[in-house]
């Protein structure tokens, strides 16, 4: 009874061969080899977060059953696992479905796109289609084809280099200072009365002096300007101007000869720039249009009706009653030397802020410390320690906060630097610096899509947002427009977009016009623009120069995609093993 089951059995498995045979499926399986397949780009390449690649397949005439169905599933396969892509439907022309048609005798061709998001590991990794051919219920397996190798990850080398802001110190080593003071006269006179020398304005020009001296303003040099009243003749009037800038001059090197003052600049006449200015018709102007004297629009509109002083000052005589209340309230304030002192105030010295700022920043002001900061130290940590000084002492002044978050950004403490562009942001929610550095710790946190959020809103603040956006458009994929928004720059990255964009000859120049230029990473890169330029010499070098100076990168090397072509070269193997 056994051997009977058996053999019937054994006829079904024939049946069922002959079946699939006459089908055409088995035929398809036997000759499976002669269907061509090809894959773009191979090996396959990562662009920005996915893995994507195009399959193209021809089968020859008198092979594609016409009742058949083939379900072809693209599968990446790596050390870590597989991941698989959209599957294609392909089918004989007679068979139900949608998927693409092939004929029987004429043959015929697929093409599909499919993508896989990146994972850890897939560096390296062949690309397979799984095929599954089937009639009706009826299914069979074909051999798995390799259609690319696997994985381009060059994008993956874009650096951390966004370009944070820092605030600008206000700190100036001189800046101009200036006093001024009067002296008035009586009509025809030139000489200073001793009251003048002892007036509320003049004892306020002598503090401002005495101050100064004692701050250290640098005192260049004092003007004098004099006038004479418009009435009277005219050239007795220009010499009387002449007269008083001279006597003005001499009250005030007699007045500084008292030592009190310790001011020796201004016991020297050469001190003194000297101009007699004439009768003072403008001036009059000024005073008659602030005064409430009746008339005295009539006598204004004498005053642009007659250009000639003599014609000017016979028609304002001509009203007796008003002249007596403008000889009286307005003429004797015209009697006068004006005196104006120069000078520069000078901030500490570089010798003076440096001792200060390590010994006893809290005496240093918030232009000082942020000064100091930026200018005479190149430790992070002593710079970290001015601006958490300006921090403390001017808490309402965003600068300090901004700018203790950068240096945090440049030793790598995102948490605290994250901690320190929150404080600033509350002390000023607009500020655009801010939120340009607030989105370099969400890109560098993963958020990219709050970072470009940041850098947009953060947009005219400086050349550093687009710089920072362009790290964000490489990362996505985006290269074109990476390069457009990295303008400028002659960085790492701006060399590996234009490589992944396809332009390895500007890459090489802007790669060489870097910082980055000799560094371990800076010859990877020149060294996989070589192997895209098939210069093998070309890789071996930079690749040695880059592993001399990093020695991980010979790892990586070994399993670079970007080397593929080189993976039989004796040369390469003993480099990178």
């Not at 773009?40 to 020859?60: Q, R």
């Not at 004989?92 to 993508?115: D, H, L, M, Q, V």
């Not at 403390?392 to 030793?411: E, T």
């Amino acid at each position: 009874m056994k051997n009977k089951n058996l053999q019937v059995l054994g006829l079904a498995a024939l049946a069922a061969v002959g079946f699939t045979a006459c089908d055409g499926l088995g035929k398809m399986v036997k000759n499976a080899k002669t269907v061509q397949y090809s894959a773009t780009p191979n090996p396959v390449v990562l662009v920005g977060d996915s893995i994507g690649v195009t399959i193209a397949g021809k089968f020859p005439a008198n092979y594609f059953g016409k009742n058949v169905v083939v379900t072809a599933t693209p599968v990446v396969k790596y050390a870590g696992g597989e991941k698989t892509m959209k599957p294609i439907t392909i089918q004989g022309e007679t068979a139900p479905g949608t998927g693409t048609k092939i004929a029987y005798a004429g043959g015929g061709s697929f093409s599909y796109t499919g993508k896989v998001g990146y994972e850890k590991g897939i560096e390296k990794a062949t690309v397979e289609l799984k095929i599954v051919g089937a009639i009706k219920t009826k299914t069979k397996e074909f051999p798995a084809v390799k259609v690319a190798d696997g994985t381009i990850v060059t994008q993956l080398l874009a650096q951390n280099d966004e370009k944070p802001i820092f605030a600008k110190d206000a700190f100036v080593k001189s800046r101009p200072i200036s006093a001024s003071s009067v002296i008035y006269y009586l009509i025809n006179q030139s000489n200073v009365r001793p009251g003048e020398l002892t007036s509320k304005e003049m004892k306020e020009f002598e503090e401002f002096i005495t101050n100064g001296l004692a701050k250290g303003f640098d005192f260049k040099n004092a003007s004098i300007s004099a006038y004479a009243s418009p009435d009277g003749e005219a050239s007795k009037n220009a010499n009387l101007a002449n007269e008083r800038a001279e006597s003005a001059a001499k009250a005030l090197i007699s007045m500084f000869k008292d030592k009190k003052h310790k001011f020796e600049a201004g016991e020297k006449a050469e001190f003194y720039n000297k101009v007699g200015k004439g009768e003072d018709w403008e001036g009059f102007k000024t005073l008659m249009e602030q005064s409430s004297i009746k008339d005295k629009e009539l006598i204004l509109r004498v005053l642009s009706m007659y250009d000639n002083r003599d014609q000017r000052e016979k028609e304002i005589k001509n009203l007796s009653k008003t002249f007596d209340e403008v000889a009286e309230k307005v003429l004797p304030k015209l009697r006068r030397s004006m005196i104006t002192l120069n000078g520069e105030e000078k901030s500490r010295s570089d010798e003076e802020i440096s001792k200060l700022m390590t010994s006893a920043p809290d005496n240093l002001s918030v232009e000082e410390l942020l000064y100091a900061a930026a200018n005479l130290t190149k430790d992070l940590n002593t710079r970290l320690n001015l601006y958490k000084t300006a921090e403390k002492n001017f808490p309402n002044d965003w600068r300090g906060i901004n700018n203790a978050g950068v240096i945090y950004l440049m030793q790598n403490k995102v948490t605290e630097a994250d901690a320190e562009f929150t404080k600033a942001a509350q002390v000023d929610a607009a500020n655009k610096a801010v939120k340009n550095n607030q989105g370099i710790v969400a890109r560098w946190k993963g958020d990219r899509k709050k970072a470009s959020e940041l850098f947009k809103a953060a947009a005219g603040a400086g050349p550093e947002v687009s710089y920072n956006l362009g790290v964000i458009d490489l990362m996505s994929g985006n290269y074109s427009a990476a390069i457009s928004n990295f303008g400028s720059f002659n960085t790492f990255n701006h060399a590996l977009a234009k490589l992944l964009n396809g332009n390895a000859d500007a890459a090489n120049a802007t790669l060489d016009a870097s910082q980055e230029f000799d560094t371990a990473y800076g010859n990877y890169l020149k060294a996989i623009i070589a192997a895209r330029g098939g210069k093998a010499d070309g890789v071996m070098n930079n690749l040695k120069t880059a592993i001399g100076k990093d020695a991980s990168l010979k790892a990586k090397a070994k399993d670079d995609a970007e080397f593929i072509k080189m993976f039989d070269n004796a040369d390469f193997k003993a480099l990178t093993n």
